[in-house]
């Protein structure tokens, strides 16, 4: 089974422009969220999504936003790119982001954003 | 708020050392906790959890056991192998999937 994949893997761009990174998360996953990882730090939550749904929002300004598609797979957009948003952006999935004993989030391998 | 803290790595070990990766938490009811890996140029992948206080997860010879007494949850290994050189992350959950990360400790283990 294909786990969660993320494209692209790397990508640069110049401040002020646009980025869009895409995540299709596990097969029958109904949850996606996504992540930045600042080199050295522990990623910090950006969004999460439930059946199209926004359910929760980390403290990231409105250039961050994000959507889900109706076969569960998810975009995420940046504008007006900072330097500081050069980051790994990582997305994760579980079945129905409820939480509780039996959740588990399996990540993708991340797009490196690098901001120049 | 909820938060998790680490120890400040590089935990620096010999083959087949013991590992001991102290982690504390703090956050209102009863979470989840986890421990992840991040090997280099890697994303997250998921060594073990426990969901309620006493339960202890283990994995791959890992272990950590959840003391709601001491908001812990500490991770332990008694002989690490060069492939166990990554980076590990304490995290909690509350009520939904959303994962709350320390920072993250490096584990770099030498022959």
């Known amino acids: 089974d294909a786990g969660v994949t993320q494209s692209p893997t790397h990508l640069i761009k110049t401040r002020g422009q646009h980025v869009t990174l895409r995540c299709s998360p596990i097969?029958?996953?109904?949850?996606v969220s996504w992540y930045q990882q600042v080199l050295g730090q522990g990623p910090q939550f950006i969004f999460q999504y439930y059946e199209k749904e926004e359910r929760g929002r980390g403290n990231f300004p409105d250039r961050f936003s994000a959507r889900q598609f109706p076969n569960y797979s998810s975009e995420l957009n940046v504008n007006a790119l900072l330097l500081g948003d050069s980051a790994l952006y990582l997305c994760?999935?579980?079945?129905?982001?409820?939480?509780?004993?039996?959740?588990?989030?399996?990540f993708g391998q991340g797009t490196r954003l690098t901001v120049v | 708020g909820d938060s998790v803290t680490q120890m400040e790595g590089p935990v620096t070990l010999s083959e087949e050392a013991f590992l001991t990766i102290n982690c504390t938490y703090t956050?209102?009811?009863?979470?989840?906790l986890f421990w992840y890996v991040q090997y280099p140029g890697e994303g997250l992948q998921l060594l073990l959890k426990a969901t309620k206080a006493d339960d202890k997860g283990s994995n791959k010879g890992f272990e950590a056991t959840y003391r709601k007494e001491t908001t812990s949850f500490h991770l332990e290994k008694g002989s690490v192998q060069v492939s166990d050189s990554a980076v590990y992350f304490c995290?909690?959950?509350?009520?939904?999937?959303?994962?709350?990360f320390g920072t993250g400790t490096r584990l770099q283990v030498f022959p």
């Open positions: 994760a999935s579980s079945l129905e982001g409820l939480g509780g004993p039996n959740t588990e989030a399996f």
């Open positions: 956050a209102t009811g009863y979470p989840s």
């Open positions: 995290a909690l959950s509350a009520y939904t999937d959303k994962l709350i």
């Open positions: 097969s029958g996953h109904k949850s």
